[in-house]
Structure formats: C-alpha cells, structure tokens
C-alpha cells in the first residue's frame, strides 16, 4: 500500500536542545566535521490509495495533529519511493 | 552549510505503540483513510562541507550512535535538497 512521509522539524530560529546534545556528544566523541545537529520526527503513513483528497487529508493531519505549530514546522508531505 | 539529512525508523518487524496511539487518535478523528502510522527520527546535520569521508563518517555515526540497531533501521542517509 501506498505510503505518504510527512517530516517534522523543530523551527529553525528555536533552540533543539534535543539536536544540541547530541551535537556535543559527536563533538566529544571527535567528528569534527560535524558543525550542527536538528533533531525531528519523521511519520510514515500508509494509506489506501493516493488521491487527492487523501494527500489534503493528510497535509492538515500534519499541520494541525502531527505537528505543534508554535515549535515546528511540517517540513513535506511527499509519496515514499517505492521499496 | 551543506545539510545531511538522517532518516530513522522503527524496524518494520517490530511494534510501534506510539505510531499505534497516533493511528488511533487519527482512526478516531475520522481519518479513514489511513491504515497504518510508524513514527521515527530525521536527524539534519549540518556538515563544513560534502565529502566521501564525511558522508562515510556520519553514515558510521547513524548506524552505531544516532539509531539503535536492535530496533530501528537507518532509513536514508542524503543530502538534503537546497533551500
């Protein structure tokens, strides 16, 4: 079945503490070409078929259930390759 | 800066409560067309610059510390597209 990917990240001018610890703890453990971690969520929702509608469906599930406007933002809601 | 964008996933093998519980609320709220959610990870890294031993590096890095090989998989390790 077909499969929709909506990426969430934390909005860029906010701080990610979660993405900050985990920068420090690469940094410690010496990748230095490492110059700044963000930390989001990724949903892989299957779905009956791909219309339209559904797609629509699914972009205001991200924006209003998925994801917390006030600290991040829907980064895409695209069709997972096929694997 | 050049971004590398880390997708982690739950294993499909195994179970997924917190997608479960998304499914749920989702099945509740009338959402009948979706059948299915997982829930991971989307790590962006911010690198100095693109090259075959960074993106070696922080595969290396996705693999062994930014997921947890027992339960979840590395989806994707790319660049991200410009924007």
Chains 1, 2 share one sequence.
Do not use: C, W, Y
């Not at 860029?12 to 989001?40: F, I, N, T």
């Amino acid at each position: 079945m077909p499969i929709l990917v909506v990426d969430v990240m934390p909005k860029a001018e906010l701080l990610d503490p979660q993405g900050k610890a985990v920068h420090g703890a690469l940094s410690r453990l010496g990748h230095a070409a490492v110059s700044g971690v963000r930390v989001g969520k990724r949903f892989e929702i299957t779905i009956d078929e791909v219309t339209p509608e559904v797609i629509d469906d699914v972009t205001t599930v991200a924006g209003e259930i998925l994801s917390n406007s006030v600290i991040e933002d829907v980064v895409s809601v695209r069709e997972a390759d096929a694997r």
